[in-house]
């Protein structure tokens, strides 16, 4: 399955949210969701981990802020992302 194209980082990271929260997916989504954990993958644990945003303090904005840059750079790559 290929992923669609996403208009932003924003959109990509919500379908993303919304497909890992989904109990009961379809087989689709489950492949879908598997190949953007791969590309959210290519991040370091700590950037990954930066995504899923728990903590709401300066530190951890700057962190997140990080992890979405280079996540962005990885889905433009890979034509996830447009421009």
């Known amino acids: 399955m290929k992923i669609p194209a996403y ?3 924003a959109a990509f990271l919500a379908h993303y949210h919304a497909l890992k929260s989904e109990s009961s997916r379809s087989a689709g989504d489950e492949q879908l969701l598997a190949e953007m954990s791969a590309a959210i ?4 644990p700590d950037a990954r981990a930066a ?3 728990i903590e ?3 530190g951890a904005k700057r962190h997140r802020e990080r992890a979405e ?4 750079r990885t889905l433009v790559a890979r034509g996830i992302l447009a421009g």
């Open 7 to 9: 208009s932003s980082l």
């Open 41 to 44: 993958g290519t991040l370091a």
């Open 51 to 53: 995504l899923d945003p």
């Open 56 to 58: 709401d303090n300066a």
């Open 69 to 72: 840059l280079d996540l962005r």
